[in-house]
């Protein structure tokens, strides 16, 4: 009867997890399925394509009209970068916001998470504004340049990802920075060599998340950046979509999952940092 009651109490478990299993994969694999469909379309198409051909993913490297190895390569380098300094900068912020004791500090952590509250997008207006001026006096800064581009990212990635490192910091033990310190470490020395290595995970997991987020942003990359050579992949990818009449939803699909790579590689390099915990670095050596 126990046996009985285990079995049936683990197969509904089990299938709730393939109700969602099934739900998450199938827009993966439909998008697949499309990428190998000659026809370009999306009428009538099936989860198994006839015809199969890898012609739109050839069609993906050789298009001379469509560069999109080369937005996927700006998509990387950008991700890259802003994750990078991301990382730095909020670390910065962040060991000073948990370990000084400064006034202003519980209202500045505040303030930066309040910002956070609206959306870059509600002011695409004013950062434009604001880019096109900055250009004037600094044009690898300006509008349609992938600097300009990064600084917004900064900015808008800068407060809650401060606040989520902030509380991280706050489990770290300060004992070990205070042994640091009697054996003759600088302040900084105690960040660099005892703190942020204890603190890899967070570091993994904000770097992940930022070069998501900024990978895959559209809105503030098509209205900052106007050319095609400039263009980032999910910018460069609408034209293939946005022609009610003429749109190519073979090569929008095959270029969509070149483009996820990048993003499922990242995600396989920092995974063992994503599972590792705070103590199995703090008891180490």
Not at 34 to 60: H, K
Not at 64 to 70: G, S, W
Not at 192 to 203: D, E, G, H, K, S
Request: aromatic share 14%; hydrophobic share 55%; no cysteine.
């Amino acid at each position: 009867m126990y046996r009985r009651h285990t079995f049936f109490r683990g197969l509904w478990r089990h299938a709730i997890m393939l109700v969602f299993l099934v739900f998450a994969l199938f827009p993966i694999l439909w998008v697949i399925s499309a990428s190998f469909n000659p026809a370009n379309t999306l009428v009538g198409q099936s989860l198994i394509p006839r015809n199969a051909s890898l012609a739109n993913y050839i069609e993906v490297f050789t298009s001379e009209q469509y560069p999109i190895a080369l937005w996927i390569k700006n998509s990387v380098v950008i991700g890259l970068i802003t994750s990078t300094l991301v990382v730095v900068m909020t670390s910065l912020a962040a060991y000073a916001f948990s370990r000084f004791r400064f006034k202003g500090r519980r209202e500045g952590l505040f303030a930066s998470l309040l910002v956070q509250v609206f959306p870059q997008m509600l002011a695409a207006v004013s950062i434009y504004l604001l880019i096109l001026s900055i250009g004037k006096l600094i044009p690898s800064l300006g509008i349609n340049t992938h600097a300009g581009l990064i600084m917004i990212y900064l900015g808008g990635a800068m407060g809650v990802n401060a606040w989520l490192m902030k509380g991280y910091f706050d489990t770290i033990p300060t004992s070990l920075e205070e042994s640091a310190m009697i054996d003759g470490a600088s302040p900084f020395q105690a960040y660099y060599m005892i703190i942020l290595p204890l603190a890899r995970p967070i570091l993994a997991v904000i770097f992940l998340l930022q070069f998501i987020g900024t990978y895959s942003e559209f809105i503030l990359a098509s209205v900052l950046i106007s050319s095609s050579d400039k263009y980032t992949l999910a910018v460069g990818l609408q034209l293939f979509i946005q022609d009610q009449y003429a749109s190519r939803w073979g090569v929008f699909a095959a270029a969509s999952v070149l483009g996820a790579l990048p993003i499922v590689l990242l995600f396989m390099f920092l995974q063992k940092y994503l599972v590792s915990g705070l103590t199995s670095g703090a008891v180490k050596g």
